[in-house]
Nanobody, 116 residues
């Protein structure tokens, strides 16, 4: 059974850092495309980062480059989103997503709140 479980969110001050984790089970993260999305209430989910098994260059959307990074630990079957220099506008619920056998799977999300 495919399952994605995000963790690592919380309350952080502007300029702070968080590392989100997406622990996967039921499949191997290195065999497929893994994605991070975020969603602000009232808006659509936004794709912000991807990493694929054979892609040596993980992708971050331009507006987040230099602050966010996606990585993967194959031994732990986990994907990470490192977020640095957090801003108020990074406040959102962050979701992990993948495709397995042509089916979309989402985690439950983890809330990140940036506030002073």
């Amino acid at each position: 059974q495919v399952q994605l479980v995000e963790s690592g969110g919380g309350l952080v001050q502007p300029g702070g850092s968080l590392r989100l984790s997406c622990a996967a089970s039921g499949f191997t993260v290195s065999s497929t495309l893994m994605m991070w999305y975020r969603q602000v209430p009232g808006k659509d989910r936004e794709l912000i980062a991807t990493i694929a098994g054979s892609d040596p260059f993980p992708n971050i959307i331009d507006s987040l480059k230099g602050r966010f990074a996606i990585s993967r630990d194959d031994a732990k079957n986990t994907v990470y989103l490192q977020m640095n220099s957090l801003k108020l506008e990074d406040t959102a619920r962050y979701y992990c997503k993948t495709f397995v056998r042509y089916v979309d799977y989402w985690g439950q999300g983890t809330q990140v709140t940036v506030s002073s």
